[in-house]
C-alpha cells in the first residue's frame, strides 16, 4: 500500500537570482554611505583662531589636556620620558618640525613649557593647532 502521491513534474523551485541581487545592493548601499572617520583617543577642545590655517602633516602630534596630562600620538608620556624621546624622534627622522594641540582649557605655562621642552628637543618649527571659527 503507498498512500503517497506520485510527483509529477520537478517539483517546487525557488529562485533566489533576484534575492542575491537585493542583497549586493544592500551591500553596496552600506558600503557608499558610511563614512569612516579617524576619531582621535584624546579629547581636546582646540582654541578658535581667525587666522588658523592648514599645516603640512609631521611625524609626530603632542597633545595637551586640560587636565595638564601630555601625550605623543596618542601614548601617555610624562615630562622625562617625553624629552628623550622627543629628542630620539628628532635624531632619526631629522625632522624639524612638531604640531602642538592644545585643549582650550590647558594651562598658559603647561604650554609654555611643552614648547621649551620641543625646542630643547631640536625641533626649530612648532605650530599650535586650533579650530576656524564657526560660519556666521
Do not use: W
Request: no cysteine.
Amino acid at each position: 500500500m503507498n498512500f503517497r502521491p506520485k510527483n509529477k513534474g520537478r517539483g517546487l523551485i525557488i529562485n533566489i537570482t533576484t534575492l542575491i541581487d537585493v542583497m549586493f545592493l544592500l551591500l553596496i548601499f552600506f558600503m557608499v554611505t558610511s563614512t569612516f572617520k579617524n576619531q582621535p583617543a584624546i579629547n581636546l577642545v582646540l582654541p578658535r583662531s581667525a587666522t588658523a590655517s592648514e599645516t603640512v602633516d609631521t611625524p609626530a602630534v603632542l597633545f595637551l589636556t586640560s587636565e595638564g596630562l601630555v601625550y605623543l600620538n596618542d601614548t601617555l608620556m610624562d615630562k622625562e620620558t617625553l624629552a628623550v624621546r622627543l629628542k630620539e624622534m628628532h635624531d632619526e627622522n631629522g625632522e624639524d618640525r612638531m604640531v602642538l594641540r592644545a585643549d582650550e582649557d590647558a594651562a598658559h605655562g603647561d604650554v609654555v613649557e611643552l614648547i621649551d621642552t620641543i625646542k630643547q628637543s631640536g625641533f626649530t618649527r612648532v605650530s599650535l593647532s586650533a579650530r576656524v571659527p564657526a560660519a556666521r
